[in-house]
């Protein structure tokens, strides 16, 4: 079974970091690309980054640009998201989600992890 | 940045009733379109990719259509078990951008 778990959120102060990860299991996780999707509180989805397989290609919003860095370690078979100077519009549910390659989608997603930023 | 602006916003159905949900892309997106279903307190799940496949172990009450830059999600018999949001999302080019939602209840 393809599970995606996200640790890491909290509460954190307006311009501080917070890393997140995401640890995929039921699947060869160095085949796939991975992206991160955040949801604010009662709002929709908001494309974060995306990672290739092999690191080789990254994207970001531009919300986020300068300020977060996607990366993986395919041997522990991890997704992380660290993020800097971050704003209170940076709160929301941040999820991991598996890429399909063949169909250009988003398959697989785990449960998300809460970040909020307010001092 | 390709807009994807989606309708109704909310949408009530009854039970058995057939649903359609709109998506239009800001461009031409060649098919590449996905729907997904979010329920309350969980993560969205793929439903449609490709504009009209249906993902392994969707219901086949669920179907997708489109070309270019117009998209639709059909419901055909309503269940309570759909109720939920729905979202479409492009697939052809970073960055990927979502429809802003359709939230559809049982009347």
């Known amino acids: 079974e393809v599970q995606l778990v996200e640790s890491g959120g909290g509460l954190v102060q307006p311009g501080r970091s917070l890393k997140l990860s995401c640890v995929a299991s039921g699947f060869t996780f160095s085949n796939y690309g991975m992206n991160w999707i955040r949801q604010a509180p009662g709002k929709g989805l908001e494309w974060v980054a995306y990672?290739?397989?092999?690191?080789?290609?990254?994207y970001y919003a531009e919300t986020v640009k300068g300020r977060f860095t996607i990366s993986r370690d395919n041997a522990k078979n991890t997704l992380y998201l660290q993020m800097t100077s971050l704003r209170s519009e940076d709160t929301a549910l941040y999820y991991c989600?598996?890429?399909?390659?063949?169909?250009?989608?988003?398959?697989?997603w785990g449960q998300g992890a809460s970040v909020t930023v307010s001092s | 940045d390709i807009q994807m602006t989606q309708s109704p916003a909310s949408l009530s159905a009854s039970l058995g009733e057939t649903v359609t949900i709109q998506c239009q892309a800001s461009e031409d997106i060649y098919s590449g379109l996905a729907w997904y279903q979010q329920k309350p307190g969980k993560s969205p799940q793929l439903l449609i990719y490709?504009?009209?496949s249906l993902q392994d172990g969707v219901p086949s009450r669920f179907s997708g259509s489109g070309s270019g830059t117009q998209y639709s999600l059909k419901i055909s018999s309503m269940q309570t078990e759909d109720e939920g949001v729905y979202f479409c999302q492009q697939g052809l080019k970073y960055p990927f951008t979502f429809g802003s939602g359709t939230k559809l209840e049982i009347k």
């Open positions: 989600a598996r890429y399909e390659y063949s169909s250009s989608t988003m398959d697989a």
């Open positions: 990672i290739s397989s092999g690191s080789s290609y990254i």
């Open positions: 490709g504009a009209s």
